[in-house]
């Protein structure tokens, strides 16, 4: 993961690294530093997140109009202060950031030292400085290009040298990174949000490209033949505002409470892009919804939208998988879903796909990310920036594109969805009641998530509800927790029933499924198990305690759900003192593999 920074221009660059670095935090925060140029290199690094590193040694006093930056989340090499990026070569003459995996450095790493090479890190990122530097004899450029031919592996990295001190030559190769143009100045990123309050013109480097940036503008070429690019300017439409915290004590708990906008904002995504999904959809033999994490969730959701409102059978894989299980072809579609759009195996699997003929979709969060500039047909989720590491409002928009989505191809086929779609109209205010339940569920969280382990349940469309909600408990309190249907509870995991794990059933307001889950409860219950239900309009019988949202249908219940059990996560872990917006050892974008 990690993310890295860059400035060139008239202002002191070190306290612009160090702003710029603390947006980039969620793609990794065990360590950090700054490099800059003033007439030698100066560098400052430690282990520790951006902030705390910046109290122990001024990161942002150091001297100089250019440097680089980085934060960063360990792949090869424990956390170390030698291990912290910037890296230099023997001479002190070039430095190097780099976000991604040189999968060959041992080999290059040998081969080095049998050159005389010293380093001093155990990562994979110094062999790239070493590289530079042995290649060196007719400029930074050439040499930075020389060595990336002998590279293998994923690469966003930033160069500078004493030697020719106007210029940052970076390049890429999937792992992202974007310049960002000002006046007279110039920024790189590893995402546009890292510069926004600089800049909202951005150009975002495409794969196997590297850029030379000089203060006064920039030249994009090609790694394989030199050749100059041309390089469409884009112009962002977030705020910069967004990214504050408002005085809320966390960016979770403000995103989890900013649902009811950013799902009617999610409502507004243009109604043809949705159709042109749903044909696309359609026209399909198989449809894949690949993603990771909280978004695998989504598209769970989807597979449960499409087969009960179009009878159209969509699969939601792990990104990861693909490969092995899919059968991809000229007949298939494959529809990436991600919030940053950069997550290595999310876009791992669409290349794939694309590679054997299959058509290419996505659903997007951040603009000009590597999965929005490679789909075929993108659709921008409008969740709007979310920092927390910790998935929220952009779960709920990746649903409701992907709902909206299943009612236009429902419609399309005949199908009467009419109560469905008025339903979902009234989503943002069924929302707004929803969240008003905060302080019930913080006190539930006080008195029923006291235990290490928890199982949460749910059936049909809530199957999804109770994967997320028991990964949204994990990844931000550490305690362990199992997401399952009520038809697998009683095939092994109900034997763990006792007094040290507590259950967190999903219940729709009617239905089969609330009949059925409420058998599941009777079951716990009969083995003194403790329950506390999640369900709308009117409590679960035999809970130990309930959390009851506004009525509503089974189909949209999962996006009234999901805020509860966002805010019983979130309680809980404030309660046990967790660092909730950066939880220990994740990072918001998982760009390696
Ligand atoms: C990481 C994050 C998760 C996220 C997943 C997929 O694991 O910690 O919150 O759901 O990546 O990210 P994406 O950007 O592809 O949705």
């Not at 934060?71 to 090499?77: D, E, L, P, V, Y």
Request: glycine share 8%.
């Amino acid at each position: 993961m990690c993310g890295i920074v860059g400035y060139i221009g008239d202002r002191d660059a070190s306290p612009v690294l160090y702003g710029n670095l603390k947006r980039l935090e969620y793609r990794g925060y065990d360590s950090c530093g700054i490099a800059t140029l003033d007439g030698k290199i100066h560098v400052k690094k430690d282990t520790g997140s951006v902030e705390e590193i910046n109290k122990k040694v001024d990161l942002a006093s150091l001297p100089g109009h250019l440097g680089i930056g980085h934060t960063r989340w360990a792949t090869h090499g424990g956390v170390t202060k030698k291990n912290a990026h910037p890296h230099l070569d023997c001479s002190g003459e070039i430095v190097v950031v780099h976000n991604g995996i040189i999968s060959n450095f041992s080999t290059l790493r040998d081969l080095l030292l049998k050159k005389g090479h010293k380093f001093k890190s155990e990562t994979d990122t110094e062999v790239l400085v070493h590289l530079i530097e042995e290649k060196y004899d007719d400029g930074i450029e050439k040499a930075v290009r020389d060595a990336l031919m002998d590279v293998a592996g994923t690469y966003a990295l930033l160069v500078f040298s004493t030697r020719e001190p106007d210029k940052i030559i970076c390049a890429r190769n999937e792992s992202p990174l974007v310049l960002g143009i000002g006046a007279g100045e110039m920024y790189i990123g590893s995402d546009i949000a890292s510069f926004l309050k600089y800049t909202k013109k951005a150009v975002p480097l495409d794969e196997k490209e590297y850029a030379v940036v000089k203060k006064d503008g920039y030249v994009v070429k090609s790694l394989a033949t030199g050749r100059k690019l041309k390089k469409e300017i884009m112009e962002i439409d977030w705020s910069d505002e967004v990214a504050k915290k408002d005085g809320y004590a966390h960016f979770m708990l403000k995103e989890i409470l900013e649902q009811p906008t950013s799902v009617a904002s999610s409502l507004n995504v243009y109604p043809e892009d949705i159709s042109k999904l749903a044909l696309m959809i359609d026209d399909a033999s198989r449809v894949y919804l690949c993603a990771a994490g909280t978004s695998l969730h989504a598209a769970m959701l989807g597979e449960y939208w499409f087969s009960s409102l179009c009878n159209k059978s969509v699969i939601a894989m792990d990104s990861s998988e693909l490969q092995n299980k899919g059968v991809v072809d000229g007949d298939t579609l494959v529809i990436g879903i991600s919030q940053s759009g950069e997550t290595y195996d999310t876009l791992a699997s669409m290349r794939y796909a694309k590679e054997k003929g299959a058509k290419i979709a996505a659903i997007v969060n951040v603009t000009g990310s590597t999965a929005a500039r490679f789909a075929e047909h993108v659709i921008m989720q409008g969740s709007g920036i979310e920092i927390s590491v910790c998935a929220t409002k952009t779960f709920t928009s990746q649903a409701i594109i992907l709902l909206r989505t299943a009612l236009a191809l429902a419609k399309k086929k005949k199908k009467d969805v009419s109560k469905i779609e008025k339903e979902l109209l009234k989503l943002p205010d069924i929302l707004e009641e929803t969240i008003k339940l905060k302080n019930e569920i913080k006190e539930i969280s006080k008195k029923y998530l006291t235990v290490e382990n928890y199982i949460y349940v749910g059936r049909g469309i809530n199957l999804p509800s109770a994967l997320e909600g028991a990964l949204k408990l994990k990844e931000i309190t550490y305690h362990h927790a199992e997401g399952m249907s009520g038809g697998m509870l009683k095939h092994g995991t109900i034997s763990l029933i006792d007094k040290d794990l507590n259950v967190i059933a999903i219940v729709p307001a009617s239905g089969e499924n609330r009949s059925k889950t409420m058998s599941n409860i009777q079951e716990i219950k009969a083995r003194d198990g403790v329950v506390v239900g999640i369900t709308s309009g009117k409590p679960v019988d035999g809970c130990d305690a309930n959390i009851v949202a506004p009525e509503c249908g089974e189909a949209i219940s999962p996006l009234v759900f999901a805020p509860i059990y966002q805010l019983l996560a979130y309680y809980t872990a404030v309660n046990l003192g967790r660092n909730v917006d950066r939880p220990r050892a994740l990072a918001k974008s998982v760009t390696v593999e």
